[in-house]
């Protein structure tokens, strides 16, 4: 009986989704932002023909040459900068750089069966060892890790494929890809 | 672009041409529609759970670590969506009383008929606990092996076994249920 059961499952849906459906989803991609990861580098080994006028020779030439003699100028100021390390060796500062901070991210999340913090504190990456929420019981998720002293956007990934903004913090929306991430910043604790 | 692999589309996708991510759209969306219909139970709640599937996958396109199994991290979205959509449903229908037998009988109009049958079997899948549905339709339906089941909805594979054979075992009771009544 399963084997019939399953030839009638496996029959397509009928009727089919409506021609619209194609269109509806590419409506909402176009409302979202274009990927740009590999534009420059497609841009940079992609070959083109370029059509190069005479004038735009001169051009460069003398961009060429009004680069060097800024870099000239410049010299001088790079040895007085280069003598800075030696200053700062000679005569440290007395301030001592800031510890990460400890904090804590809590999800509610009833039905999820992993749930990891990601940031520009961890690279984004969901499979960082320090940053794997546990389930502390009523579908409650929680990690304490350190996060460097300034400001930071992070959000919850649920399940590695669901990406949760935290309710409880302010909403950034991320330009590379239009994903409303969460702001935080951390302070030194006195 | 049609005859393209998934890889070389999604590559062409982040490198920003969108336009190109409706090959990947008209590839899958048949196959997985039947997918959602069968867990969700109506074609609005598929379509639903199907077109955010596929937003949510352009969206986080560039994370799509083996590009040219796109297919198979869009059906792994989908499933996570099927069961949020599915649970919230769950919740909406919870103030219904569910007299199975009566649904089923109900339905009898022509038991030879191919499509009575069908929407018996249709009936009674939405009569198995959602995650014996899901484990029956990835196992017999998308005829996934155990342990691709386990990757995709990180369940241990005896318990996949279990669900397996309790919906069996449920749907051959709903489905005698009607033909010896």
Known sequence: MMKD?????????????????????????????????????????TPRTVTVIPL???????????????????AFDDVRTATKPIVTALFP?????????RVQFVLVAP?????????????????????QAQ????????????VPVGHHRYSFVVDDSVWVADPTAPRVVDNDFGVANSAIVVQEQK | ?????????????????????????????????????????????????????????????????????FGAWLFRILVNRCRTLGSRRGR????????????????????????????????ALQQLRADQREAFLLKYVEDMGYEEMSQLTGVGVSALKMRVMRACDRLRELLSEVHSA
């Open chain 1, 135 to 146: 389930h502390r019981g009523g579908g409650v998720w929680s990690v304490t890790a350190p």
């Open chain 1, 111 to 131: 039905d999820a069966k992993k749930v990891a913090v990601v940031g520009d504190f961890n690279g984004w990456d969901a499979g960082h060892a320090s940053y």
């Open chain 1, 56 to 74: 735009s020779w001169g051009l460069l030439a003398a961009s060429l040459a009004l680069f060097a003699i800024i870099g000239a100028t410049r």
């Open chain 2, 92 to 123: 909406r229908s919870r103030t219904f009383v569910v007299d199975e037998v009566a649904i089923l009988e109900a339905a009898e109009d022509h038991p030879a008929d191919r499509n009575a049958w069908r929407e018996e079997i249709d009936r």
């Open chain 1, 5 to 45: 059961i399953a030839r009638e499952l496996r029959a397509p849906l009928s009727p089919p989704l409506s021609a619209s459906f194609n269109g509806r989803v590419m409506a909402a991609v176009r409302r979202m932002p274009r990927h740009s990861r590999f534009r420059l580098w497609s841009r940079l080994t």
């Open chain 2, 1 to 69: 672009m049609e005859g393209s692999s998934d890889g070389v589309i999604v590559a062409r996708v982040l490198r920003g041409d969108a336009e190109v991510f409706r090959v990947l759209v008209e590839r899958y969306r048949d196959r997985y529609a039947r997918y959602a219909f069968h867990m969700l139970g109506n074609r609005e709640d598929a379509e639903e759970a199907l077109q955010d599937a596929f937003t949510r996958a352009y969206r986080s396109l560039s994370r799509c670590e083996e590009p040219e199994r």
């Open chain 1, 93 to 101: 500062s007395s301030r001592v750089p800031e510890a990460p901070q």
